[in-house]
């Protein structure tokens, strides 16, 4: 089980992302254990990240090296609704490609539970 965030709900924004990469790490220094933070896929890297709600390493470890932890407000993550499961096939989530032709449009519309990010800073 896992938080996934990152698809921007402006398409014009989203779009623009879609090819953009980011280069793999070559090291594991830390497994996916409940907390970390970790970019969606591997050798795909773009702008979907997830939180670990669980300990992922059995089955993550391998291709996913995670980059942050949660260190305070796990508790908050944990609150987040979870209700749809995982994208579809596998659940009752968002499939991608209404979502990058609709964006938040078709978020709203199908999916009201949703929690969505507002605004992130790096501190």
Do not use: C
């Not at 280069?23 to 409940?34: A, G, L, R, V």
């Not at 979907?48 to 996913?64: A, C, H, M, P, R």
């Not at 508790?75 to 096939?89: I, Q, S, T």
């Amino acid at each position: 089980m896992m938080a996934v965030w990152g698809l921007n709900g402006d398409l014009a924004v989203a779009k623009a992302w879609l090819s953009a990469r980011i280069p793999d790490d070559q090291t594991h220094k830390h497994s996916n254990t409940k907390g970390t933070v970790s970019f969606f896929q591997a050798n795909r890297r773009t702008t979907q990240t997830f939180i670990n709600l669980i300990d992922n390493s059995g089955t993550l470890d391998i291709q996913i090296a995670p980059f942050g932890e949660v260190v305070s407000g796990m508790d908050v993550v944990e609150k987040l609704y979870g209700g749809y499961g995982e994208a579809k096939p596998n659940g009752n989530g968002p499939e991608m490609n209404p979502l990058y032709e609709e964006g938040n449009a078709y978020l709203d519309r199908e999916f009201p539970k949703l929690v969505y990010i507002k605004k992130a800073a790096i501190l």
